[in-house]
């Protein structure tokens, strides 16, 4: 392991969407022990799967990696059986986090990685299923205080051990403070892939922004959205604002523009946010940009607007026609982890202290999650198995490692990957919502 300047610390980090790989790489460097923060070599690497980040999404976050590839999980762990490192981050989704914990731990290595994993943003839904199923790393990051007191709740309400958890912060929130400038009016909606989820919910978000344009036409109106058509991020994305925006009875105002790009650099031209829950909220927040959660809809679990209850955010679009811009609770952005006090400078202190003590110790305990073959026998099995694993974290009869396939067979492999890979999107983004609206005929 690292112990001075002169030796790098070796992180790889395993993410499954183009979010987490931005969350996952940021809170690599910011972790990293204080004496090697500027000697960290970074090994990026990208589950393939449905949400595997295209090279546009890649460039678009901004994060660089000293090597980044595509693999396969039990290419990724043999990867990390070869490769010496000293901190693994698992940026994935909860099962993700689960099956590469037992393959971890099946490879049985004698000096094996500190093993991190946390949250890519606000945690606002399946908060018992996705920390039980990140349960066995060695810290378990929560972005806030508020998060920390119930990650440990969990765990403890189970029986589990709750050390791992250790309170942290989002990595990406900075950028310059807040400033109105004369001439400037930007009202900015940062859309979400899977929050609402139905066509009626989503076409009238969409109608009352277009209508705001139309009422304040001195006004810059811009709808941030995620991803391109045919891109995924962590969420699927049936139904793209892009198309419902094709359809939209009237058009356009010339003041409403679709943009796409780092949300930092939109925030620096931002005099509004507009949202229903998502992270770029905690984003604007932290600069102390105007924000506004939206209540149109209700505020429900299902739309995740319920996180910012006592923020003082929550208001409706009616209110904001008429001028109103809500003012934040000092408490509660202290929660949660994104008052612009200066507090944020120290965040990651506690996170960099528990990984250099993991460090230095001569050996690491066992990998031991909460879920075993004996403690959910009716579930687990399943989580590994998507990931071409066996009960015991080896990996199953058939899933050779890329090392082992020969050059054409790759090639011929990778080819129909691909292809299937853009299938699914086209089934899950066109064929799917057909099905489902003649279901309900």
Do not use: C
Request: charged share 25%; no cysteine; aromatic share 6%.
């Amino acid at each position: 392991m690292p112990s001075s300047t002169s030796e790098a610390v070796r992180v790889a980090v395993l993410a499954d969407s183009d979010t987490r790989w931005k969350w996952g790489a940021l809170t690599a460097r910011r972790i990293a022990p204080e004496d090697a923060t500027n000697s960290v070599e970074l090994s990026g690497f990208l589950l393939r799967g449905r949400a595997t980040p295209t090279a546009r999404q890649l460039a678009e976050v901004k994060v660089s990696a000293d090597e980044l590839r595509e693999v396969t999980g039990n290419e990724f762990l043999q990867a990390i059986r070869d490769g010496q490192y000293d901190v693994v981050v698992l940026a994935l989704v909860g099962g993700a986090v689960q099956a590469m914990l037992h393959g971890l731990a099946a490879l049985d290595l004698t000096e094996r990685p500190v093993v991190v994993t946390g949250y890519v943003g606000v945690v606002y839904e399946k908060l018992a299923d996705g920390l039980l199923l990140r349960h066995g790393a060695d810290v378990v990051l929560a972005n806030s205080r508020h998060d920390a007191d119930r990650f440990r709740a969990v765990y403890e309400g189970v029986g589990a051990d709750a050390s791992s958890v250790t309170e942290a912060a989002l990595p990406f929130l900075g950028g310059a403070p807040y400033e109105a400038q004369d001439g400037r009016d930007t009202v900015v909606f940062a859309a979400q892939p899977s929050v609402p989820e139905s066509r009626a919910d989503r076409t009238y978000l969409l109608r009352r922004l277009v209508e705001h344009a139309r009422l304040h036409p001195h006004r810059e109106v811009l709808l941030k959205l995620r991803s391109r058509p045919g891109e995924h991020t962590t969420h699927l994305e049936e139904l793209p604002y892009q198309k419902l925006a094709d359809r939209l009875p009237g058009g356009l105002p010339p003041n409403f523009r679709l943009v796409y790009g780092h949300m930092g650099e939109v925030l620096d031209r931002t005099d509004l946010l507009v949202t229903v829950s998502s992270t770029a909220a905690l984003e604007s927040l932290h600069r102390s940009v105007p924000t506004a959660v939206l209540s149109d809809l209700g505020v429900r679990e299902a739309l995740g607007n319920h996180h910012f209850l006592g923020s003082g955010l929550l208001t409706s679009w009616d209110q904001l026609d008429g001028g109103h811009r809500p003012a934040p609770d000092q408490d509660w952005l202290a929660r949660q982890g994104v008052a612009a006090d200066g507090a944020y400078d120290t965040a990651f202190d506690a996170a960099r202290k528990r990984v250099a003590e993991l460090l230095e110790q001569p050996e690491l305990p066992p990998i031991a999650p909460y879920y075993t073959p004996a403690t959910a026998p009716g579930y687990l099995p399943g989580i590994l198995a998507r990931h071409h694993l066996a009960p015991d974290g080896t990996p199953l009869p058939g899933a050779a490692p890329r090392a082992e396939i020969s050059g054409v067979r790759r090639v011929v492999r990778d080819a129909v990957r691909n292809a299937a890979r853009g299938a699914y999107r086209h089934g899950v983004q066109r064929v799917a919502p057909v099905i489902r609206r003649m279901g309900e005929l």
